[in-house]
């Protein structure tokens, strides 16, 4: 079915209908923007900053779910690991998870 087709079958619904349906598909666009594209390019950009802030030292775990220490942070996008004490590997940024990374270093709340 092409554009031409769909305007024809538009035209053919009767008086007035057809202005009522380029409404709903604007309020249609506009949801699906509101609950889909705008939350990932918050979070994309929450991501992106996080990965900017990152620093020697700073705790971290990986997608892959491998804890350790950031030694070095290269200019090519890599760092350097350690997850063990004189094991180093060397991952890349993009490999971090921000939602596990910041679940090990919130503070530890006692048990009353």
Not at 9 to 23: I, R, S, T, Y
Not at 39 to 44: G, M, R, Y
Request: hydrophobic fraction near 45%; aromatic fraction near 8%.
């Amino acid at each position: 079915m092409n554009v031409a087709t769909v305007f024809l079958m538009l035209g053919q619904g009767g008086a007035g209908g057809g202005g009522f349906q380029f409404v709903f598909l604007g309020l249609m666009i506009l949801v699906f923007w509101m609950f889909m594209i705008r939350p990932q390019a918050k979070k994309a950009k929450q991501q992106k900053q996080f990965l900017a802030n990152l620093q020697k030292g700073d705790k971290i775990v990986t997608i892959a779910g491998i804890h350790g220490t950031i030694n070095k942070i290269n200019d090519d996008g890599t760092m350097m690991l350690e997850i063990n004490p004189g094991s180093y590997i060397k991952m890349e940024k993009s490999s971090i998870s921000m939602e596990w990374t910041a679940n090990i270093n919130k503070p530890v709340t006692p048990i009353k």
